[in-house]
């Protein structure tokens, strides 16, 4: 069975870091890009940041540039989100997501982790 | 606020149908990228609903359906059920802002 499986949310002060992850399993994990997802209460999904295959390219949503930082260790089918300088607003339930369809005018999210909730708050 | 625009909500009696409308602009429709669909229940992961503009993963009821001309996009849920309430999302690509967009969400009521 495809699955993904997030962990790592919890509480934190603003300014302060945390690190999500997520394992992936029944499908050829390297060979596929990965995206973070998140909602926050009362809102709607976001996209946060994807980690293309085989080692490619990696983007974010403007709003996290520079304070978080996606990774991936393939030899362990682990998918990473380390997250710093966290701000009240990036409270959200956060989403492993497995990338299907072609890179960027055709890519859409065909797994879904059940989510990990982050909490920033003093 | 997104570059896609949905109705906030949308309802319908149960057997009957819903049409969700997502629009875009020159820079992701328009610009040749794909709409996709996900079903949100409260408390549960989305799930992929309808992938490149009409296609259906294995699973999924035929009574969902996808369509996307120029610009637009909607969603059509006939025979609506109960099982239905939930929030959608349309998605695609946008070029402008180099990355990926969801629309706002509609939240479906069956009466």
């Known amino acids: 069975e495809v699955q993904v499986l997030d962990s790592g949310g919890g509480l934190v002060k603003p300014g302060g870091s945390l690190r999500l992850s997520c394992v992936a399993s029944?499908?050829?994990?390297?060979?596929?890009?990965m995206s973070w997802v998140r909602q926050a209460p009362g809102k709607g999904l976001e996209w946060v940041s994807t980690?293309?295959?085989?080692?490619?390219?990696?983007y974010y949503v403007d709003s996290v540039k520079g304070r978080f930082t996606i990774s991936r260790d393939d030899s362990k089918n682990t998918l990473y989100l380390q997250m710093n300088s966290l701000r009240a607003e990036d409270t959200a339930i956060y989403y492993c997501?497995?990338?299907?369809?072609?890179?960027?005018?055709?890519?859409?999210?065909?797994?879904w982790g059940k989510g990990t909730t982050v909490t920033v708050s003093s | 606020q997104s570059v896609l625009t949905q109705p906030p909500s949308v309802s319908g009696a149960p057997g009957q149908g819903v049409t969700i409308s997502c629009t875009g602009s020159?820079?992701?429709?328009?610009?040749?990228?794909?709409v996709h669909w996900y079903q949100h229940r409260p408390g549960t992961a989305p799930k992929l609903l309808i992938y490149?503009?009409?296609n259906r993963p294995s699973g999924v009821p035929d009574r969902f359906s996808g369509s996307k001309s120029g610009t637009s996009a909607s969603l059509a849920i006939s025979g609506l059920q109960a099982e239905d309430e939930a929030d959608y999302y349309c998605?695609?690509?946008?070029?402008?802002?180099?990355?990926?967009?969801f629309g706002p969400g509609t939240k479906v009521t069956v009466l």
């Open positions: 997501t497995k990338m299907a369809g072609h890179p960027y005018y055709s890519f859409y999210m065909d797994v």
């Open positions: 998605q695609t690509y946008d070029s402008s802002l180099s990355g990926y967009v």
């Open positions: 029944g499908f050829a994990f390297s060979r596929y890009a």
């Open positions: 490149v503009n009409s």
């Open positions: 020159s820079s992701n429709f328009g610009a040749g990228s794909d």
């Open positions: 980690f293309s295959g085989s080692g490619g390219p990696t």
